[in-house]
């Protein structure tokens, strides 16, 4: 079983804030691979499907962003689930708005819900890293996170999130490469000028 993560904050306050896009993945992946309904467990929403030949228990814990280590312990914990057999989805201020890197591994880089689940289960476990971008002042980082998307980076979002939805078999197999690849393949390319 693969324990699937997506990191956000609850509440609709928060549903469209760049911090929130682990969760916007996650509920592409569930709807687009007709997973179970969420259903609340382990101080989050779970919900359980299918993707190729694993079985995919997706989390997007309630505790908020600074205590999501909570809801993975706690499911990891049920489940039996290893560090490594648990995939988390979460924004990356180091990466330009759309692109995605994966890694397995290595520290938390400040982000205050890797720091909740190292604290939690350790730092074993795969990451996919979704570019938010960066707001040129690490003083401005919080303001910058906590706010929502604006209306023109849909033109990226919503491919991107079909992009990942699309190929997520290919990362839960441990193709890396492929998957980066055919979701940079899927994307709009931007259009020459004249």
């Given at each position: 079983m693969l324990l699937l993560v997506g990191l956000g904050n609850p509440g609709v306050d928060y549903a469209a804030n760049r911090h929130n896009i682990g969760f916007m993945a996650v509920d592409e992946i569930v709807r687009r691979h007709?997973?179970?309904p969420f259903?609340?467990?382990?101080?989050?929403?779970?919900?359980?499907?299918?993707?190729?030949?694993?079985?995919?228990?997706?989390?997007?814990?309630?505790?908020?962003?600074?205590?999501?280590?909570q809801a993975v312990g706690l499911s990891a914990g049920f489940f039996k689930?290893?560090?490594e057999?648990?995939?988390?989805?979460?924004?990356?201020?180091?990466?330009?708005?759309?692109?995605i890197r994966t890694k397995s591994g290595g520290g938390h880089a400040g982000h205050n819900g890797?720091?909740?689940?190292?604290?939690?289960?350790?730092?074993?476990?795969?990451?996919?890293?979704?570019g938010v971008g960066h707001p040129g002042d690490k003083d401005m980082v919080a303001d910058h996170v906590l706010k929502n998307f604006a209306k023109s980076d849909r033109l990226w979002l919503e491919p991107l999130l079909t992009g990942i939805a699309d190929h997520i078999g290919l990362l839960i197999d441990g193709d890396d490469a492929g998957f980066t690849n055919n979701v940079a393949?899927?994307?709009?390319?931007?259009?020459?000028?004249?």
């Open positions: 007709s997973f179970q259903r609340s467990k382990f101080s989050g929403d779970i919900a359980e499907g299918r993707i190729g030949n694993t079985k995919v228990l997706a989390l997007k814990p309630m505790t908020y962003m600074n205590d999501s280590g689930i290893a560090p057999n648990i995939l988390v989805i979460h924004d990356e201020i180091d990466l330009e708005a759309g692109k890797l720091r909740s689940i190292h604290a939690h289960i350790g730092d074993g476990y795969r990451r996919l890293r979704i393949r899927d994307m709009p390319k931007p259009e020459a000028s004249t």
